[in-house]
Structures are given as C-alpha cells and as structure tokens.
Antibody, heavy 117, light 106 residues
Framework: EVQLVESGGGLVQPGGSLRLSCAASGFTFSGYWMNWVRQAPGKGLEWVANIKQDGSDKHYVDSVEGRFTISRDNAKNSLYLQMNSLTAEDTAIYYC??????????WGQGTLVTVSS | DIQMTQSPSTLSASVGDRVTITCRASQSISRWLAWYQQKPGKAPKLLIHTASSLESGVPSRFSGSASGTEFTLTISSLQPDDFATYYCQRYNHYPLTFGGGTKVEI
C-alpha cells in the first residue's frame, strides 16, 4: 500500500524557516517524480514544486522560487521542502504527492504550516 | 502561463443527477489534464488523468472528455459519496496549474 506521511509543519514567524519532510513507503520511491502541493485555508490547490527521480531536475511555482528548495533522499525514501523567508501567504496545508509522472496519483494527508507573529 | 478556468464554482444537485464540470484552458494543453476529488479535511484523490483515463478503483460513473481546450468531468448518476469539491489540473508544462475548483453540494 502506498503511504505518504508529511511532518514538520507548525507555527513560524514571518521571515522564518521551516523544513517539511515526507516519508514514503509501499512503492519504489526512487522510481517516481515527487510533488509538493499546498492549500491555503478555505482556498484551492496550488502546485508548489516537483523533483525528478534522481533529484537532477526541479521545478517551482514562481511565488516560491528562490525561497523554497525541494530535495529528496532516495536511500531514506524521503522528500523534503526547505522553506525560507516565509510570509503569511505561505500559510497552508502542504501535501506531498507522488508524480506519475506529472499528475499526482497518491497524496499524503498534509501538514499545516502557519506563518504568523 | 496557461490559465485554467473551471466552472461552475458551485453546483447544487441531487442524488441520481447527471453532473458536468468544465475546465477551459487558455491555450492548447493537448490532453494533459487530470481531475481530482477532495472531501473536507481530506487529501485530494485522483479520478482521471490524460483527460479521459479513469484511475484504477474509481467508479465508472465518473468520466472525462476533451474537445480542443475544453475539458469535461461527468458524473453520470450522482451518489451521496460524490458530494465534494472537484479540481482540474493541467500538466503540459510548468507551472502545473489547478483550476479554481467546483463544489458539488445538495
């Protein structure tokens, strides 16, 4: 059974940093693109970033380019999102999702990031 | 960026109704479109990819179609479990944009 479990969310002050993790199991993690998708409270879905199987190719939505970094550790079956210079507009549930290769066929339950003073 | 316009934003329907949701792309995206269902407090679930390919395990009452830059998700006979919010997503190139969502309610 495919499982994706996000962690690392929480309350952070504006300008602060946070690192999200996603633990994957039930499939060959190194064989898939991986995505981060977020959802602000009461709003729609926004694709944030994705990363190729070997980490050699990464893409970001413009609003996080230069502030967020997606990475992965295939030995640990883990996906990460380093988020810096956070603003209130980054407040959202962050979902980890498996890419197949670009649409997302499995999703985690999400981790909430709240940016507030 | 290619924009995705999803309509309607809200849809009132009854059990047994045939429901149609539309996503229109601002330019050609070939058939690189997926549909997702999301229930309150839950993660999205993939229903359809490549415009009309039904994901494994998804009931056959769900179907997708494409005509040019217009894409349609149809629920042939709405069931109680189908009351949810539906999103389209294009994935022909970056950024991988979602539509604004359609809430299907009673």
């Amino acid at each position: 059974e495919v499982q994706l479990v996000e962690s690392g969310g929480g309350l952070v002050q504006p300008g602060g940093s946070l690192r999200l993790s996603c633990a994957a199991s039930g499939f060959t993690f190194s064989g898939y693109w991986m995505n981060w998708v977020r959802q602000a409270p009461g709003k729609g879905l926004e694709w944030v970033a994705n990363i190729k199987q070997d980490g050699s190719d990464k893409h970001y939505v413009d609003s996080v380019e230069g502030r967020f970094t997606i990475s992965r550790d295939n030995a640990k079956n883990s996906l990460y999102l380093q988020m810096n210079s956070l603003t209130a507009e980054d407040t959202a549930i962050y979902y980890c999702a498996r890419g197949n290769p670009y649409h997302s066929d499995y999703w985690g339950q999400g981790t909430l990031v709240t940016v507030s003073s | 960026d290619i924009q995705m316009t999803q309509s309607p934003s809200t849809l009132s329907a009854s059990v047994g109704d045939r429901v149609t949701i539309t996503c229109r792309a601002s330019q050609s995206i070939s058939r690189w479109l997926a549909w997702y269902q999301q229930k309150p407090g839950k993660a999205p679930k993939l229903l359809i990819h490549t415009a009309s390919s039904l994901e494994s395990g998804v009931p056959s009452r769900f179907s997708g179609s494409a005509s040019g830059t217009e894409f349609t998700l149809t629920i042939s006979s709405l069931q109680p479990d189908d009351f949810a919010t539906y999103y389209c997503q294009r994935y022909n190139h970056y950024p991988l944009t979602f539509g604004g969502g359609t809430k299907v309610e009673i």
